[in-house]
């Protein structure tokens, strides 16, 4: 089988290709699946769990669902399960004493919830019919932007995915504000033959649908494992003593990015411990002002007041509050100019530090020496002398 062949469906976290005997061979590759659970606990037996399997769809759509069938699944299977109207067709992706945890994350109960079934193993059939579905999946999509602007709706559609039996699609779609489609959810079934159902996403979660890679080279969280979004401020920002840059604050969603969550939580603890200044510290040698903080270290700043130079001392947070101490007794704290000292260097961007040009630069003088020496040609009178040397 030449691999290219093989069409790989990042998506849906499988690939593809077609047999000598025109049947459609489709394999699960952990790899390219979003959101995808490390199993931690595999070859774990769980009496409980043996029936319950993660199945998963297109992007970050997956569910828990029930094996009916008697026959033996494992994770990497392509099962036929039953929808709301219809069937539809996934990838196991997990099994379990996972299961229980994932069961546990979203606030379900096994022992009362109904789950919903798994029919049988997908056959060559099935799968055939779920590739062909998956084939319109780009089309429709346009033609529903189409039909969407022709209506003057205010809405996006970011997405469709079938069902596997092809009878179903589901539009997911972007909007500010609330939209009455349904004269579009009629041009929709007329268009296309098939059952409609429209789903509102944020930008957030077009974004984990979408994927892509952040600024720390990494796949976007959105798309790795976040399931719920919690609202991002400026404050957290502000907290960890960010640049308020738009443009660096900002994910692929434009959004503020969700990892400025991440650590905020740490910096407003160790910046509880950070005494509020409202003034200079008073010292034997003159005043001091504040200048910065570093919360993590629990080291403040300062810099003389009344002399003009960039250099700062550190100070702990614990000598800081007992110049305080002294200052509120009338007394004064010790001189800093025999202790440690840094230059302040404000925020520079780092894209902004050196231009790429200067490659160019010295290329250019390398092929300036190198046309001297074919247009002048090179000395023969022996070795030159070293450094020193006459």
């Not at 699946?33 to 297109?58: H, N, S, T, Y």
């Not at 910046?271 to 003034?279: A, H, Y």
Request: a positive charge; one cysteine or more; charged letters at 30%.
């Amino acid at each position: 089988m030449d691999k290219r062949d093989i069409v790989y469906d990042c998506q849906r976290g499988c690939q593809t290709n077609i047999e000598t005997n025109g049947q459609v061979r489709c394999i699960y590759n952990k790899g390219c699946c979003k959101r995808a659970v490390f199993d931690w606990l595999q070859g774990i037996p769980d009496e409980e769990m043996d029936a319950l399997f993660e199945v998963r769809f297109k992007n970050t759509r997956k569910g828990i669902y029930q094996n009916t069938s008697g026959q033996v699944i494992r994770v990497g299977d392509i099962v036929v399960v039953e929808a709301q109207n219809g069937a539809d067709v996934g990838i196991v992706t997990l099994q379990g004493a996972m299961v229980a945890h994932q069961l546990k994350r979203n606030n379900i109960d096994f022992r009362s919830y109904e789950f919903k079934r798994i029919y049988r193993k997908a056959r060559p059939m099935d799968i055939q019919k779920w590739q062909e579905a998956i084939a319109r999946e780009h089309q429709t999509m346009i033609r529903a932007r189409v039909l969407a602007a022709n209506l003057g709706l205010e809405m996006k559609i970011g997405d469709v995915e079938f069902q596997g039996d092809g009878t179903k699609a589901i539009f997911y779609y972007i909007a500010d504000g609330r939209v009455d489609f349904r004269q579009l959810i009629k041009d929709f079934a007329e268009e296309f033959h098939i059952r409609v159902e429209m789903k509102q996403i944020g930008a957030r979660q077009e974004a984990g649908l979408i994927g892509g890679i952040g600024v720390c080279g990494q796949a976007l969280c959105c798309c790795r494992y976040i399931n719920d979004f919690q609202s991002i401020t400026t404050a957290a920002a502000r907290s960890q003593d960010l640049s308020l840059n738009p443009q660096k604050l900002a994910g692929q969603c434009g959004k503020l990015k969700c990892c400025i969550n991440y650590e905020a939580a740490v910096y407003i603890d160790a910046k509880e411990n950070i005494p509020d200044l409202n003034g200079p510290l008073n010292l034997e040698d003159g005043d001091v002002v504040h200048v910065k903080s570093d919360a993590l270290r629990q080291i403040m700043w300062f810099r003389y007041s009344d002399k003009d130079s960039e250099e700062a001392y550190p100070l702990e947070v614990k000598k800081v509050k007992e110049i305080m101490s002294l200052n509120t007794q009338g007394k004064k704290g010790a001189s800093l100019s025999g202790g440690r000292k840094e230059k302040v260097i404000d925020f520079k961007s780092a894209a902004g530090e050196d231009s790429i040009t200067r490659f160019d630069e010295v290329k250019k003088k390398k092929n300036a020496r190198q046309k001297g020496r074919q247009r002048f040609g090179r000395r023969n009178d022996g070795p030159r002398p070293n450094k020193g040397q006459k």
